[in-house]
């Protein structure tokens, strides 16, 4: 008898919260999404003669974005350059500012998830070979961004 | 393209190391289980791909990880259907109200807690892809899972299956999982729903309509298979073999309907004829294979997903902590107080309660499925993978404190000292 009292504050009640978490938590908004693969659709050119450290941007074939909540981690498909980190900050509903920044390069760019596939333009530089050695990067999302795969 | 002795070398660096792991925490009275946990965060990015990211690279390039992970799944769906072969019915019903209270609360406290925890974590950790009651829920879900699996071998092992506490902790333990895969079930056909052009109407009943169906229909037209067996006295090879189908088929047909395969291994497991003979002798034939081969894989892929790196910075470890703690208070605290509640003392309620906080390899299933369907994100994952190792861990030094009488040692002697003194 004493356990069939007991279940109503024990049992009912987380229930009764769970309920006003998913109401309480219906407006609640997270960064924009930018992850997955995106392929580069015009090659990069740069001088990686002047700047050797540009070098690994020719054989990348795209970037992978792997995201938790505003943190990024940009890859260089195909480079040697490892994993950048980043941060996304939302411009407006559509258009996104990635801002990736280390010691070695610097790569921003804007997504913009209005178009089919979503499209990534941006540059990078790198601050050790000086000012004018920039690259263009665009970029075309693979499959929706947002929707995972399964 | 992944080569053969690539694969090879790969299967058998994981069991040498697991089993190594295991050993050394098998010596500090933990769990196998734990060793096999750790071996493989040391063989991924966390530990070996940090100190060594060329030796990483080569052993485990990422072009190799498909056929790690398709091993590893096989392995997972042969242990689901073990998991399900292995619980018991009666265990589910009949234990009395203070069962029925502490086993609903061990899964609704922690539940609640977790999704409580989403409302902070949601716009720091997720993304606009994910949907708020689907985090939520599926955080809520992770949190109130037990391992039930490493909870029967730890009671087995110290032999207080036959004790109050024992049998409380893996009645409310099996009622726990059951309930947690169900939610689980229904998280999965929500996400996918919305992320995939399968009608959810298709998802969500053909799921109800192959569960009536295997429960009302498949488990009578099981019921011959363990006439056979009796017939011949073992598990012959035609029998083995149609029971291998029979779990790759309901797989199939689960993972097809947009939930999980691991739902409807599961599931056949349950619906297996309830003869313990039968199931010890299917179990005998499987489980050195499954838990000695395939599931070390699937702790090291594991290993290769989580990315401790991830969690860096003060405000990240924060996250980490509270993670940890939400899990404690919720599935510890919550058991602790309705076990308490319904009559047992403090000592046996916080047995009970540590006992439930295990959540082992079951944890680390329904973190990759969650990172499977994209309802946590990296960072979110290694954290819970971190809180799975940490209740893991906690458990066996929590309960030789609060109840030295699970202690193997300990019981052997009162027991020994309990026997009457033999005539020489």
Known sequence: MRSLLLYGPLVGVPILGVTLVLESGRNLSAPPNVSGRWNLTTPVTVDSVACPAARGLLHTSGLEIRQSGAEISVTLVGASNGTLPGRVTRGSDSLITLAVATGAVSFHAIVDRSTTPARLIGSAEWPGCGAGHRAEIVAASVGRIGARSR | MITLKVLLLQVALVIIFSRLVGLIFRRFHQPQVVGEMLAGIILGPSVLGAV???????????????????LSQIGLVAFMFLVGLELDHRMLRGKGEAAVLTS???????????????????????????????????????????????????????????????????????????????????????????????????????????????????????????????????ITPDLMGLVLLLVIVSAAITEYLGIHALFGAFLLGVVMPRDKEFQEALTARLEDFVVLLLLPLFFAFTGLRTQIGLVNGAAMWGY??????????????????????????????????????????????????????????????????????????MTTPLLELVFPESRPARRAAAELAAEPVRAS
């Open chain 2, 52 to 70: 060594a990211p060329k030796l990483s690279t080569t052993l485990f390039p990422a072009s190799s990880l498909g056929a790690l992970s398709a």
């Open chain 2, 104 to 234: 609903h609360t061990s899964i609704v406290m922690p539940f609640f807690l977790g999704s409580l925890l989403a409302l902070f974590l949601y716009p720091r950790l997720s993304d606009d892809s994910v949907r708020f009651s689907h985090f939520a829920l599926f955080l809520g879900t992770a949190m109130s899972v037990t391992a039930f699996p490493v909870l029967a071998r730890m009671l087995t092992e110290r032999r207080l299956l036959g004790h109050p506490v024992g049998a409380l902790a893996l009645a409310c333990a099996a009622v726990d999982d059951v309930t947690a895969w169900c939610i689980l079930a229904g998280v999965v056909v929500m996400v996918r729903a919305s992320a995939t052009d399968l009608p959810l109407w298709i998802t969500l009943g053909g799921t109800l309509g192959y569960v009536g169906v295997m429960i009302f229909g498949v488990r009578h037209l099981l019921r011959p298979l363990s006439g056979w067996f009796r017939t011949a006295g073992k």
């Open chain 2, 320 to 393: 980490c902590g509270l993670i940890i703690l939400v899990a404690v208070a919720g599935k510890l605290g919550g058991t602790l107080v309705a076990a308490r509640a319904s009559g047992s003392s403090w000592r046996e309620a916080g047995a009970v309660g540590i006992l439930m906080n295990t959540r082992g390899l079951m944890e680390l299933v329904v973190l990759n499925i969650g990172l499977d369907i994209g309802v946590i994100s990296p960072a979110l994952f290694a954290m819970m993978v971190l809180m799975a190792l940490t209740t893991t861990l």
